[in-house]
């Protein structure tokens, strides 16, 4: 299930462009889902696992992908560490919520993402009432839950 914590957290990769580029491997490039995600975010084409073909910038290798896609990429391979989503823009809220219907994983958000209007399960874990576990199903839910957080954090 996809677990989103609201504003600071200890220990999230905060730059995600340069934990990527530390610690991408070949294999992850060429992987189903990161070719689905390179074609679909930033309307390229994956080569070969170090030749990326992209419409404006030509041939590059995947350290010069998007922030968001290689955001996505470091999720689906590295499920323990936890990510600064607000390096996403909304077109990739449809696969942080597919990668969420796979495996357990952590997002911090900056920023209210748009996770669209069909329903998804989120569980929030930062919600203001701690003896309660908070899971939500809609965009309403999603932005009751960010207003609780941040009416707490300004009070």
């Known amino acids: 299930m ?10 999230i990769i905060y730059n995600t ?3 990527f580029r530390n610690r991408y491997e070949d294999g992850w490039i060429t992987d189903d889902f990161a070719r689905a995600v390179i074609k679909d975010i930033d309307r390229s084409e ?9 419409p404006v ?14 955001a996505l990429i470091l999720m689906k391979n590295m499920p323990g560490k936890i990510f600064n989503a607000s ?17 357990d994983f952590t997002i911090v958000l900056y920023h209210i993402m748009d996770f669209g ?12 009432n701690k ?9 309403r839910e999603f932005l009751d839950a960010a207003n609780d957080y941040l009416k707490e954090k300004v009070e």
């Open 17 to 19: 462009s340069v934990y």
């Open 46 to 54: 994956v080569l070969d696992s170090h030749t990326i073909k992209s």
């Open 2 to 11: 996809l677990r989103v914590w609201f504003g600071d957290k200890d220990n």
């Open 87 to 103: 390096n996403c823009g909304d077109n990739c809220a449809k696969w942080i919520l597919k990668l969420g219907k796979k495996k």
């Open 131 to 139: 003896n309660k576990k908070l899971i939500v199903h809609n965009m």
């Open 117 to 128: 209007k069909k329903d998804f399960e989120i569980r929030i874990l930062n919600y203001k």
């Open 57 to 70: 910038l030509g041939q590059i290798p995947p350290d010069k992908l998007s922030g968001g896609v290689k």
